[in-house]
């Protein structure tokens, strides 16, 4: 821009023209068009980039390259993908969760019948995971990184948005992160749980099991007496049983899902009102 004006200067010296003249004449449609996109406040607006630049760590070999399929065994692919010591040491805490959701394994887990025990695994083994886990502040950039995600992400299936919600759900579930968390963490983290619940009801994507079972856990820990009676008339405190369509009595935990739902709303309702 400086190099712009500069030569816009030496040309308005030659002709002796008026500077302040010609800029304004130049960026004049510019400002309009700016002005127009702040006033505008439809939900078609385009929202404003962070400048703020990310230290996530760049894995040097992610699946579906050359590479990747021109290497060896998978625990050789494994070793390469491991976070180096020193990066760990000096990398943000926003920029390690970036990190461990790119992590070329980390959708492996659902491969499995469950993913929970699976993604325990991975935080046990892995430096990144490891690293994570030792980080006080891990639970609530999670969750300022699960808000990141709204309808124009979910909407659009080519892109791995619904993957990384599943994803942050998962690691949220684990106790080593979620015990961490203030009360007010969790509220703020249940307020968003809801809202993506019915974002993806609108655009037709099935609720996350991982989504409900935090909505459980917040209001168990808070001692929601409402959820608490609700879990005593189906008899089960495990609330995994509500995942499998197998199960026989899979209809009756369809009504329970309902019901969790319209708790949940109630129960962020009343804590607003406090």
């Given at each position: ?77 494994k070793k ?27 959708h492996d ?108 856990k917040i ?56």
């Amino acid at each position: 821009m400086q190099i712009i004006v500069r030569e816009i200067s030496k040309m308005c010296l030659m002709f002796k023209v008026n500077l302040k003249i010609i800029l304004i004449i130049i960026l004049m449609p510019v400002l309009a068009t700016i002005y127009a996109k702040s006033c505008d406040g439809s939900q078609d607006a385009v929202t404003p980039v962070s400048n703020e630049k990310s230290d996530a760590y760049d894995f040097p070999i992610k699946p579906g390259t050359k590479e990747w399929n021109e290497s060896g065994s998978i625990s050789e692919l494994k070793k390469v993908t491991e976070i180096p010591d020193h990066v760990l040491k000096d990398i943000s805490t926003k920029g390690l969760v970036e990190t461990v959701l790119n992590y070329p394994f980390l959708h492996d887990i659902y491969i499995f019948a469950d993913p929970e025990r699976k993604i325990k695994d991975i935080m046990s083994n892995r430096k990144g995971f490891q690293e994570l886990i030792k980080r006080n502040d891990a639970g609530i950039e999670l969750i300022e990184k699960y808000k990141s995600f709204g309808q124009p992400e979910l909407r659009n299936i080519e892109n791995s948005a619904e993957w990384a919600l599943n994803d942050i759900e998962l690691i949220l579930l684990s106790d080593s992160i979620y015990s961490k968390l203030k009360i007010n963490n969790r509220f703020e983290l249940a307020v968003d749980l809801l809202h993506k619940t019915e974002v993806r009801k609108e655009l037709k994507i099935t609720p996350s099991l991982y989504c409900l079972k935090l909505l459980v856990k917040i209001m168990v820990d808070d001692n929601y007496i409402p959820l608490i009676k609700l879990l005593e008339e189906y008899k089960t405190d495990k609330y995994e049983e509500v995942v499998y369509q197998l199960n026989p009595e899979y209809v009756k935990y369809v009504n329970l899902k309902e019901n969790i739902m319209i708790l949940s709303r109630e129960y962020i309702d009343s804590n607003k009102q406090k």
